[in-house]
C-alpha cells in the first residue's frame, strides 16, 4: 500500500511543477490531472465503504408483552432476508417481563448494545424510539380453577372413602401474566397421607414450561370409615379380649384411626392406661403377648378352602397375635408374609 501511495504522489508531484507549455498528451490541464491523481491517492487509502445492513429493527415507545421472559420479537417486527438468522435475533432475550401491576422501561442503545455483543459481525439497523415503555399483557386465573384442581387431588387420594370436602376459605383471584403459549395448574400433596381435619394443598401455576407462582388452597375433611372401639371404659391393668370392642361407623380425625387394633389383636392384651368407651386402641395404648419371636421356629399353616398345609419355617420377626410378620423357609430359598394365630403359629390364606 506504501509503494502506491508514494508513486502516485511523486507523479503529482511532477505533475504540478511541470512547465506551462508541457502539456500532457491527452489535452488535460495540469490541475485537472492534480485533481484526478488526488482522487487516486484518497480511493487507494480511504476508509472502505460500510456494509449494507443486513437486519432492521424499529423499536416502539410502548409494547404490551406476553410470557414471563422478554424477547427481542416482543417488541416488534424484525426484518431480514435470512430466515434462520431473523428466528435468531428473534428469540434474544431481554431479559425478564414485567408483572402484573409493573412496566419496564428497556432503553434502544442498551438493546443495540447487547445485540451487537451476541451476533457479532451481524449488521443490525436500529430506529425508533430512545426508549420503550414494556406493559405486560394479563389474564385472569379464578379461584374457583385452583380448588376445583385442589380438590381434584384429594378426590384421588380418598379414593373409595367416604369423605366429605369442603372449602375452609375460598381462594383468591389471581391476575398472571398472559402465556405465549400454555399456563398449566398443577397441584401436589406434599404429604399424601389419610387422614381426617385441616388440609393445605398447594396449586402451582406454570406458565410456558416455568413454574411462576404457587397458590395455596384451604380445606376441611371429614373422613368416615368403620373400625373397633370400646364399647366401655377400661381401666389400666385390665385384660382385654375381643368382647370389649365392636365395628362402628366413625369420623376420623388425623392418621392415628388407622393403627388401630382390631378384636383379635385384643385378645390377651393388658391396658397400659385408662381408656374411655367409644376410643380406639392402639399397641401404644396396651401390652400385648408377644406369641411369635424373630428367629425362632414357627409353624406355617397355608389354608385354601377346607384344605391346610403345615410346615416348620423361620420368623424374621416379632409378633403378638393379629399381626403380619415376616417368615423364611426351612432352605431360605423363599420369603413369605403371614398373619399370627396363636404361640409358634403363623398363617396363610391363598
Not at 428469540?91 to 442503545?109: D, E, I, N, T
Not at 397441584?187 to 413454574?211: C, F, K, M, N, Y
Not at 428367629?295 to 403380619?324: H, M, Y
Amino acid at each position: 500500500m506504501l509503494p502506491t501511495f508514494f508513486s502516485t504522489l511523486f507523479a503529482l508531484t511532477l505533475s504540478i511543477g511541470a512547465p506551462a507549455n508541457d502539456a500532457p498528451r491527452d489535452g488535460s490541464a495540469p490541475a485537472a490531472r492534480a485533481s484526478s491523481m488526488l482522487a487516486a491517492v484518497e480511493g487507494s487509502n480511504g476508509p472502505a465503504p460500510v456494509a449494507a445492513a443486513q437486519a432492521r429493527f424499529v423499536l416502539p415507545a410502548e409494547a404490551r408483552v406476553r410470557g414471563t421472559e422478554l424477547e427481542l420479537a416482543s417488541l416488534g417486527t424484525i426484518e431480514c432476508a435470512d430466515a434462520a438468522l431473523r428466528a435468531r435475533l428473534e428469540r434474544f432475550s431481554l431479559g425478564w417481563a414485567p408483572a402484573p401491576g409493573y412496566s419496564r422501561l428497556v432503553q434502544r442503545a442498551v438493546v443495540q448494545r447487547d445485540v451487537a455483543a451476541a451476533f457479532p459481525g451481524v449488521q443490525v439497523a436500529f430506529s425508533g424510539a430512545d426508549a420503550c415503555r414494556v406493559l405486560p399483557r394479563t389474564q385472569i386465573v379464578r379461584g374457583a380453577a385452583l380448588e376445583a384442581k385442589a380438590r381434584a387431588e384429594l378426590d384421588q387420594l380418598f379414593s373409595g372413602r367416604e369423605t366429605v370436602v369442603r372449602v375452609v376459605t375460598a381462594s383468591a383471584d389471581l391476575e398472571v401474566p398472559e402465556p405465549r403459549e400454555t399456563l398449566e395448574l398443577r397441584a401436589r400433596l406434599e404429604r399424601p397421607e389419610l387422614r381426617g381435619g385441616a388440609w393445605s394443598v398447594p396449586v402451582q401455576l406454570w406458565i410456558d414450561g416455568a413454574l411462576y407462582q404457587t397458590a395455596w388452597t384451604a380445606f376441611a375433611v371429614e373422613l368416615w370409615t368403620e373400625l373397633p372401639v370400646l364399647v366401655r371404659d377400661v381401666a389400666r391393668g385390665e385384660l382385654l379380649s375381643p368382647a370389649h370392642v365392636e365395628a362402628r361407623r366413625v369420623k376420623l380425625e388425623g392418621a392415628t384411626p388407622f393403627a388401630a387394633l382390631g378384636s383379635d389383636a385384643l385378645a390377651g392384651a393388658v391396658a397400659q392406661r385408662d381408656l374411655a368407651r367409644g376410643s380406639f386402641v392402639t399397641d401404644r395404648d396396651v401390652k400385648r403377648a408377644q406369641l411369635v419371636a424373630r428367629g425362632e421356629p414357627v409353624t406355617l399353616e397355608v389354608r385354601k378352602g377346607s384344605v391346610v398345609a403345615r410346615s416348620t419355617v423361620t420368623c424374621t420377626q416379632d409378633g403378638a397375635l393379629g399381626d403380619t410378620v415376616k417368615i423364611q423357609t426351612a432352605d431360605k430359598s423363599r420369603e413369605l408374609v403371614a398373619r399370627v394365630a396363636g404361640r409358634g403359629l403363623v398363617t396363610v390364606q391363598l
